[in-house]
């Protein structure tokens, strides 16, 4: 399967050439003309432009950020470390003051970490923010060795003892399994690289409550089917060429099947506000898919055993999951505060499955403990846009900050 869809992706993208091509030439030609044929036109050529995907990761481009004086700041980015399977992306806004570390850690479910842009851009206006920038692993060579769920978890804790204390965590959507449990083997070893904070957003910390439909696929198939039908091996032109991956282009139109009514519509609502010339709007719809459709791989072994610990047989909340053969015990957090946050309307992680962080983190007191439900917002609401930056935010920054006066 992946080697047909790289045949045809590899054919297509002399056509997106051609289109990105036109549409320079029209736009710098008739660029003080308006003209409703030619709107049409380009609006025509960008949806060829559009209608691929691209496998590089866009650039994360934060903007300047504003203080309450009023006094802006760029926001500076720089690589600190980089392992075999991910770079360490620092982001802080250009100022002297001593502002609290998190490390953010973006999913591994086939978008790169640039999704968590919106995330970003509030954070970094109080936080020296560092984010799991993860490799396509379809890029990576096969002699640095495999990918599984212990090697996830392996690289969130080099990252926290990379920083050092104090460091606040914090995991959106997949990796919140992987983050409670990084902290609560650094909790058990008593080391001092511990988690200051652990924040938990629209996790499957136990997929068992309010299931959705994600969850109801997970459970209707066995092991075996997603072994079969989902797992490719990476083609032959690539760098991990012989790995075996869940390809993100499968990934994708998963997502895209859930809501397929609704993403037709944009590319349509895209073509009539690009040809009508209301070019703003038009722009909001294309960055939106230019960002969705920017995929990455994930690794085989990894894919498989999350399908299996996670949503099969969930292994955390049953105190059954093991990491290196060691048993994974949330109660052995004491000195970490835990806040969790989900969304109403969530259609991907159900009400109540990330809350049951609390349940596993039985030696926090309560006062250590914070959970939030947001009204009127889906997955991607509970870490992108106006009620993340309004509601979401200021709650997980008073707990951060409460510990830094």
């Not at 049953?318 to 505060?337: M, S, W």
Request: aromatic residues 10%.
């Amino acid at each position: 399967m992946y080697q047909n869809y790289q045949i045809f992706a590899n054919a297509n993208g002399s056509y997106r050439y051609m289109a990105q091509t036109l549409n320079g030439y029209v736009s710098e030609i008739f660029k003080d003309i308006e003209s409703p044929a030619l709107h049409r036109f380009q609006a025509y050529q960008e949806q060829i432009d559009l209608m691929a995907l691209t496998h590089q990761r866009p650039a994360f481009a934060i903007e300047p950020v504003t203080d309450a004086l009023g006094q802006s700041f760029e926001v500076l980015e720089e690589l600190v470390h980089q392992t075999a399977f991910c770079r360490l992306v620092k982001f802080k806004k250009n100022t002297s003051a001593q502002l609290p570390k998190v490390l953010l850690v973006a999913p591994m479910s086939g978008h790169f970490a640039t999704l968590l842009r919106g995330t970003l851009q509030v954070m970094v206006q109080d936080h020296e923010v560092y984010i799991t920038d993860w490799l396509n692993i379809r890029d990576v060579p096969k002699s640095m060795g495999e990918f599984d769920f212990d090697a996830y978890i392996d690289e969130i804790i080099l990252a926290l003892k990379f920083l050092g204390p104090p460091t606040h965590l914090m995991g959106i959507c997949q990796p919140t399994v992987a983050c409670l449990v990084a902290t609560s083997l650094l909790a058990e070893d008593q080391d001092a690289c511990v988690p200051a904070s652990l924040t938990l957003m629209a996790g499957p910390i136990d997929t068992r409550i309010n299931p959705t439909a994600v969850n109801d696929l997970a459970q209707s198939k066995p092991y075996s089917w997603f072994e079969k039908n989902l797992i490719n091996v990476v083609p032959g032109q690539f760098a991990g060429a012989g790995r075996r991956v869940y390809p993100g282009f499968i990934q994708l139109s998963a997502f895209m099947n859930m809501n397929l009514d609704r993403h037709q519509q944009s590319f349509k609502d895209l073509f009539k506000l690009r040809a009508e010339g209301l070019h703003e709007k038009a722009d909001q719809i294309r960055d939106f898919y230019k960002e969705y459709f920017a995929i990455m791989d994930l690794s085989g072994p990894f894919y498989l055993e999350t399908i299996d610990k996670v949503f099969q047989t969930h292994q955390l909340p049953k105190g059954e999951l093991t990491y290196k053969g060691r048993c994974v015990k949330p109660q052995a957090i004491k000195k970490t505060f835990l806040t969790t946050v989900e969304g109403d309307r969530d259609d991907i992680c159900g009400v109540g499955q990330t809350l049951a962080a609390h349940d596993l983190c039985t030696s926090l007191p309560l006062y250590m403990k914070t959970h939030h439900l947001q009204a009127g917002v889906g997955h991607y609401g509970v870490f992108s846009g106006r009620k993340w930056a309004g509601q979401i935010y200021p709650v997980i920054r008073s707990v951060i900050q409460s510990m830094h006066r």
